[in-house]
């Protein structure tokens, strides 16, 4: 049996975020149901998504992670509500520079910035950076 979030979690291995969409009225879905939200209907695909969106808000965990992340501080995590209506909750990039997070702010601009397979493969999460505006 496939887990109902294979869809996500293969767009992802590809480099794509992929949002679940009704065929029968067209609505987004995310997180993946096994009906749709607004219609009932069953018949569910994928769409993928621009990868554009807004950061809602995050954090930088960098004590006390959750059993299993004790090696990945510190990280960024954020809720981003995507151009298509959905909102996932998200890893975030650090800069580059040293400047960790300091890149990020609420309501400004984010896009999905996909992580290689083999990390796709040991936590299925979609990664964000900011936005050039
Ligand atoms: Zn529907």
């Known amino acids: 049996m496939s887990a109902i979030v294979e869809g996500f979690r293969e767009g992802l291995k590809q480099g794509e975020l992929r949002i ?15 009906r749709c939200i ?10 993928v998504a621009s990868g554009r969106g807004v950061l809602h808000t995050f954090t930088v ?4 992670p959750p059993e299993g992340f004790e090696d990945e501080l510190p990280y960024g995590l954020g ?13 975030l990039w650090p800069a580059t520079d040293g400047s960790g997070w300091d890149g990020y702010a ?8 996909p ?14 950076a900011p936005a050039a505006v």
């Open 79 to 91: 809720v981003v509500k995507l151009e298509e209506g959905v909102q996932l909750m998200a890893r």
């Open 20 to 34: 679940q969409t009704c065929n029968a009225c067209g609505t987004h879905i995310l997180y993946p149901r096994h």
């Open 38 to 47: 607004s219609c009932g209907s069953d018949d569910l695909g994928w769409t």
């Open 115 to 128: 992580s290689d397979a083999a990390s796709v493969d040991k936590r299925p999460v979609a990664w964000f």
């Open 61 to 64: 965990v960098r004590a006390v």
């Open 106 to 113: 609420c309501n400004a601009p984010v896009v999905f910035s």
